[in-house]
């Protein structure tokens, strides 16, 4: 068990519905990142939230957009779904994230939550 | 955000020790390299970290030459249990960048 928890674990839902996946990190991580990892395919890194904040942005959708809460929890708000959105998709955290923290780069993954769009 | 280049896939046989090499010959001084393994259908899960030499820990050892362009993953004596994909990491927290990685197959 990572310490970090995703809901829903399954979702399945219907093409231009919108969905939210939420994240709740481990105890203490101040930053949340946000990966999609298609069927057979390597993970995406889409963003990354420092304490509340935007810290770094990858290959993340207009369509999909995320935040980080003062609780720390962050929600990953996927919006007019198509077929190829169906993923994996998986929340990780760190005790650190600042641009001025050690570059140690561990994270801890959550179970993701299995996104189908029919 | 260095680059890292690993071998697409691997075979091996139980027992059998495996290395894994990583390639990031654009390594930033303040980096470190972090190995993660990922069974189907799961999150990556953190293996072993390192900054130079020699790092072991209770499942792998990683051995990282002076210049620090590559990294080697060594898993002592695999098990079927050890077939999963491994990913090597260079770099720091933000926009950390998972390569396409390494698929382990381990043989009876």
């Known amino acids: 068990d990572s310490g970090v928890t995703q809901t829903p674990k399954h979702l399945i839902t219907a093409t231009g519905q919108r969905v939210t996946l939420r994240c709740s990190p481990r105890?203490?991580?101040?930053?949340v990142y946000w990966y999609q990892q298609s069927l057979d395919q390597g993970l995406q890194f889409l963003i990354q939230?420092?304490?509340?904040?935007?810290?770094a942005k990858g290959n993340i959708l207009e369509r999909f957009s995320a935040q980080q809460f003062p609780d720390l929890h962050s929600e990953l708000n996927l919006s007019s779904l198509e077929l190829g959105d169906s993923a994996l998709y998986f929340c990780?955290?760190?005790?650190?994230?600042?641009?001025?923290?050690?570059?140690?780069?561990?994270?801890?993954f959550g179970e993701g939550s299995r996104l189908t769009v029919l | 955000l260095a680059k890292t280049t690993q071998p697409i896939s691997m075979d091996s046989y139980e027992g059998q020790e495996v290395n894994i090499t990583c390639s990031h010959n654009?390594?930033?001084?303040?980096?470190?390299i972090t190995w993660y393994q990922q069974f189907p259908s799961q999150g990556p899960r953190f293996i072993i970290q390192?900054?130079?030499t020699k790092v072991t820990n209770e499942v792998a050892s990683l051995f990282i030459p002076a210049d620090r362009k590559s990294s080697t993953l060594s898993l002592p004596r695999v098990s079927l249990s050890d077939t999963a994909v491994y990913y090597c990491?260079?770099?720091?927290?933000?926009?950390?960048?998972f390569g396409a990685g390494t698929r382990l197959a381990v043989h009876p």
């Open positions: 654009n390594i930033a001084t303040n980096d470190y």
């Open positions: 105890s203490g991580d101040l930053s």
């Open positions: 990491l260079v770099g720091g927290y933000n926009k950390l960048i």
């Open positions: 390192g900054y130079k």
């Open positions: 990780a955290s760190s005790v650190e994230g600042a641009p001025s923290g050690i570059n140690t780069g561990e994270l801890f």
């Open positions: 939230y420092y304490n509340g904040e935007e810290r």
